[in-house]
């Protein structure tokens, strides 16, 4: 007798739950992971990058809202100030066909500014080499033409020709 009591309890929640559930599918409709109206980006046509809705056929209507670093080259180095070719996507140069392109950017350096100095160390493992990251305070003066940097600003530098840099970090090329 008890056994069929508990049974009938649990047959009466199963009912109940589905009558919820089917009660709360009526009044509120499912947020779809993926919202298929959205634009998406097509890079088949030769490694352009092509958009599937006319409204984004624009590339700097895709591009960041802002932008606070860049990577690239030193080219010149003055005492307050660096010259730096870089990527940038600033929706000033970069145009539809041209990513990848560079312009020379000027980055002011301020006496705040920190620069520092990013290596691999090896060391050994249990499966082979292991690659820490080590990051070093350096000196402008560490600096040299050719050297590949990352520089971060504490602004939106999207869309300037020239800014002043917050930090300022060596990057290494290789891993040896």
Known sequence: MQKSIFLILILALIIIGGVIILFLSLFFEADPAVNFNDPVVDYTNGGNKNINTAANNNINDNLPVKIY????????IEEDR???????????TLKPNQEGKTEIVEVVISTTVKITKLTFVAKEGTRGKIYTPN????KLSDLKIGDKVEVVSSSDIKGKDSFTAATIQLTQTSIK
């Open 69 to 76: 670093h860049i990577n690239g080259t030193i080219k010149r």
């Open 82 to 92: 660096m010259f730096v070719d870089a990527i940038v996507l600033t929706g000033k």
């Open 135 to 138: 990051i070093v305070d350096i």
